[in-house]
């Protein structure tokens, strides 16, 4: 494919007299310079031509126009601008109609709300998501939604970044008409003439006035509030929020000129660097090795073993995907707890209004409850979440080697265990394979595919395909203990614990990590789990732990008492009457304090900063192991990791994006120091090590794969 010029990327055509401008830069007509100079120059000749009457705006392929070019945020600015485009379209002196029916996103939209007439088709889908990418709408479209939709819900949209389908943008004001059927240049040129045979006059959005100022100013406050309270630390929420003040108190240039500074204000933060990692690193984890070179099986009936947290989640993430799911349980008692697992799920949507009776009952009618793996001969794939216990599941790939047809993929939702074990136990290693879901599995975005020595190229593009179709984010990792998330989570909660015997309390902790951005500190995510999970692993560890390791025993003192966290009422935190946010405990600090003094310990005060320190170093340190081992294909996989499954803040972009962004010297620095209190932990990665002294940081290793 050629580089993209100005006359590729949008064409004309007369139709009459209108001129037809289509913008055609696949895949979803991205505002970059080429479109931007293309659009600039079709509007000039659309104005000096006059045998012209009108102009249609429409976009070729799926999309209308998905937004400014993502990739060139953060290079030099080309011209001419995204707003100096707009303003050319809405200065336009013959009626420009625009025409949406599919992605009007972002700068789409706001080229969109430049012209002076908009139809949509049923597949329109419109918003300024700009939000999601640290950013807010830079080309008029804080100014022009406001006047088009009203002060609250333009600024609704704008903060949730959510997308409206064309019925709920006709309702909204944003589009002026919705036909049910028809190309788009068809039913733009319908349109079109319809309005040049009424005259009808070219209509500003600019020109519009702002309903009720007061009232506007008003709800604008509301929404500050309720901002600040739910985007803790986000920067461009606020932001919008300003330039819609802008909006109601100043004139339109007014307003579009601090529009324009309080976007380049975004565009220069951290945030935005970080968001918009998270948005291509989303994208890329898809591309593994294993697609190129082969087709997916064709899979359409799946079989879940065990009815548990696990299985009934992915039960029920299959169903909602539209798939025929069997679950397996060990008697008749556990399957009838297993379909109770599922229809608990779909209860709580009734009991919430969002599912009928009847959808619950035509979603179940896909399921079937068993007891007999018989019944699971022909299904072409089949997971496994029975209880984390090598020999269990190995007795139930034994079994599925026995009933499965050929070709069926067999899968293991193991947290920890070696697939290549698990494979082994069948006359089929090269069909078997991970995928290890997260809880609860019809909500959590995150499938690790892992991917064990035997198993077949076809099989692993098969598990990509099952994650497109759950709406999963699919990550490749290796097999080993924890396999990426698991693995790295274990280092940085030692690295807390570590934290907490030297001087911190888990209260501190836990708030210097909430402060960087994470939902919940450790120890509240322990409470939340049960402190028994990670007891009962401890202790079947005991034996083969490292003698001259570092352990810290706080933990297990807070079990013995049987505080396993928010069920029983007590944990890290107290929970009095049933409270889901924990309170302090005297009696913990206590328990530490022991803890130091029995080791000898005299504790040292950690500012937040320097706990947050150690506590991404660990995270850092241990995913370039992770990198270097093969786990995972590249630190972007890491990143993807940690954001979909493990509530690490978006905005920081994952804890590799992280450390570049502080700058790997810097990162490498720390460890080594900390490496003086403890030589075994702390040892620097050397992949780490290689790409400081190579002067490079770890998007080179994204951009090299
Ligand atoms: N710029 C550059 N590339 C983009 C892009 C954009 N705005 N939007 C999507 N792409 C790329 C993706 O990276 C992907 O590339 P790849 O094939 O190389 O991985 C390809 O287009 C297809 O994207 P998806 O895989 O996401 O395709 P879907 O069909 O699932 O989704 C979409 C399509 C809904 C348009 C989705 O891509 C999307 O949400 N895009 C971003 C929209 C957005 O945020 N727009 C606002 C941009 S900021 C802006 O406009 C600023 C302005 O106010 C000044
Ligand atoms: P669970 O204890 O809730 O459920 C396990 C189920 O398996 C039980 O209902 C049990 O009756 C059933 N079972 C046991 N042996 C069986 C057999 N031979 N045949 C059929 N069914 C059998 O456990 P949970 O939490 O659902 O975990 C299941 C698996 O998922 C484990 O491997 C675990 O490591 C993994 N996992 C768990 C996560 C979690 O947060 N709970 C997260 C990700 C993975």
Request: aromatic share 6%; charged share 25%.
């Amino acid at each position: 494919m050629g580089a993209a010029t100005p006359a590729t990327v949008v064409t004309t055509a007369r139709e009459g007299a209108i001129l037809v401008v289509t913008v055609d830069n696949p895949p979803v007509n991205a505002l970059g310079v080429a479109v931007r100079q293309g659009l600039a120059a079709a509007m000039a000749a659309a104005q000096a031509d006059d045998g012209i009457a009108g102009v249609l705006l429409v976009g070729a392929g799926k999309a209308f126009i998905a937004g400014a070019d993502i990739r060139e945020f953060g290079k030099p600015a080309m011209s001419p601008s995204l707003p100096e485009v707009c303003r050319s379209i809405e200065d336009c002196t013959k009626p420009v109609i625009a025409v949406l029916h599919g992605a009007a996103l972002g700068g789409g939209l706001e080229v969109a709300m430049s012209a002076h007439y908009r139809l949509a088709l049923p597949a329109a889908s419109l918003g300024l998501p700009e939000v999601n990418l640290g950013l807010l709408p830079g080309s008029g479209g804080t100014q022009r939604a406001p006047r088009l939709m009203g002060v609250k819900a333009a600024t609704e949209l704008m903060l949730s970044g959510k997308h409206l389908g064309a019925k709920a943008a006709l309702q909204a004001g944003l589009v002026d008409r919705l036909v049910e059927s028809g190309t788009p240049v068809a039913a733009g040129l319908a349109y079109a003439n319809e309005l040049l045979a009424q005259k009808a006059p070219v209509r500003r959005t600019r020109d519009i006035a702002i309903a009720n100022p007061s009232g506007a100013l008003a709800d604008l406050e509301a929404l500050r509030a309720d901002t600040a309270k739910k985007t803790r630390g986000l920067f461009s929420p606020l932001k919008i929020i300003e330039c819609v003040q802008a909006a109601v108190q100043l004139t339109f240039d007014e307003g579009l000129a601090r529009e324009r500074a309080l976007f380049l204000e975004c565009l220069d933060s951290p945030q935005r660097a970080g968001l918009i990692h998270a948005f291509f690193a989303e994208r890329e984890t898809a591309k593994i090795p294993e697609a190129q070179a082969a087709q997916p099986r064709a899979f359409k009936t799946l079989a879940i073993i065990g009815g548990g947290t696990m299985g009934a989640g992915i039960t029920v993430s299959a169903l909602d995907a539209g798939f025929t799911v069997t679950m397996i349980e060990r008697d008749a008692e556990s399957i009838a707890r297993g379909q109770k697992n599922v229809e608990k799920v779909y209860d709580g949507l009734i009991a919430k209004g969002r599912m009928t009776e009847e959808g619950k009952a035509a979603t179940m009618a896909r399921y079937t409850p068993s007891t007999s793996y018989d019944e699971i001969a022909d299904v072409d794939l089949v997971i496994e979440a029975v209880f984390e216990d090598l020999e269990v599941k190995k007795a139930v790939f034994k079994e599925l080697d026995r009933v499965c047809k050929k070709g069926a993929v067999l899968a293991t939702n193991t947290s920890y265990l070696d697939i290549d074990a698990i494979a082994a136990a069948t006359s089929r290693p090269q069909d078997v394979i991970g995928l290890h879901f997260f809880s609860p599995a019809n909500i959590m975005k995150l499938l690790e595919i892992v991917v064990p020595a035997k198993v077949s190229a076809d099989v692993v593009a098969t598990a990509f395909e099952l994650a497109k179709k759950l709406k999963k984010v699919p990550v490749r990792a290796g097999v080993c203990d924890g396999f990426i998330g698991n693995r790295i989570l274990a280092v940085y909660k030692q690295a807390a614990d570590y934290l907490m015997e030297d001087g911190a309390s888990p209260y501190e902790i836990d708030e210097a990590v909430r402060g960087f951005g994470f939902a919940m500190g450790p120890f509240q995510v322990t409470d939340l789990a049960g402190g028994d999970i990670g007891w009962a692993t401890r202790k079947r560890r005991a034996a083969t732990r490292d003698p001259k390791a570092r352990y810290v025993e706080v933990a297990d003192r807070i079990c013995e008492r049987g505080w396993f966290g928010q069920k029983t009422g007590r944990g890290f935190y107290l929970y009095p009457q049933g409270a889901r946010v924990g309170q302090p405990d005297p009696e913990v600090l206590a328990i530490v304090d022991a803890e130091r003094a029995k080791k000898g310990v005299t504790p040292r005060q950690f500012t937040p900063e320097e706990i947050m320190r150690r506590y991404m170093a660990a995270m850092v340190n241990e995913g370039a192991k992770v990198v270097e081992e093969g786990i995972a294909l590249r630190p972007l996989d890491v990143d993807v990791t940690f954001l979909s499954g493990y509530g690490f803040p978006r905005f920081r972009g994952g804890p590799m994006k992280w450390a570049d962004m502080q700058g790997l010297p810097q990162v490498l620095a720390d460890i080594q120091a900390f490496e003086k209190e403890d030589l075994l932990f702390w040892k620097p990665a050397p992949l780490l090590v290689k790409l400081v002294a190579e002067g490079k940081n770890f998007d080179s290793l994204n951009k090299a794969a």
